[in-house]
């Protein structure tokens, strides 16, 4: 399945895989694009399903971690529980853009990308808010730099999980 992407002067494919159970190799690259999608549930508060190109589709948010959520028989962590309902209040049901770094998928195969909100980046909000922490994951560190500095302002403030979490 391919999906287009228009960026300014540039027209982008982005081969989203067949039906196939297996996902590609996680090392294999892309070219840089975007896709148009609506979110349509969370998993946790950085990863949700979306329908892209008319399909069902698990996103992985790049460079971002959230606390662990105990609803599917995880040991939870603190702050788990608010990350992964302040991304359901945000996202289900809207449209979203997400980009790409350098892979497409990861070894479980989840889209991976950085999702935004109009022009919002979402990926950075939930550090800045202190919802999630930088976690940069190479190849894809396009954002790392700016991860980084949100997550130290976050943490100098006590932003979220800053302060709610010993040892945080």
């Given amino acids: 399945m391919t999906a287009f992407a228009a960026l ?15 996902p590609p190799p996680a090392a294999s690259p892309v070219a840089s694009g975007s896709v148009a999608a609506v ?6 508060g ?11 589709e698990k996103v992985r ?8 959520v105990d609803w599917y028989g995880h040991q939870g962590e603190c702050f788990g529980p608010a990350a992964a309902l302040y991304t359901r209040h945000r996202l289900v049901g809207r449209a979203v853009r997400l980009t790409f770094d350098v892979r497409l998928r990861d070894v479980y195969g989840r889209l991976l990308a950085y999702v935004y909100v109009g022009s919002e980046l979402f990926n950075l909000t939930l550090v800045e808010l202190g919802y ?4 940069p994951v190479p190849p894809d560190v396009r ?25 945080a």
Avoid: Q, Y
């Fill in 8 to 22: 300014p002067g540039v027209a982008c494919t982005i081969s989203l895989g067949g039906g196939s159970p297996s």
């Fill in 39 to 44: 979110v349509t549930s969370d998993v946790d």
């Fill in 143 to 167: 954002m790392k730099d700016a991860f980084a500095s949100a997550e130290a302002a976050a943490k100098a403030r006590g932003a979220g999980l800053w302060s709610a979490c010993s040892g």
């Fill in 61 to 68: 948010f790049i460079g971002v971690d959230t606390p662990e």
């Fill in 132 to 135: 999630a922490t930088n976690d």
């Fill in 46 to 56: 950085d990863t949700v399903h979306a329908r892209v190109d008319g399909r069902d």
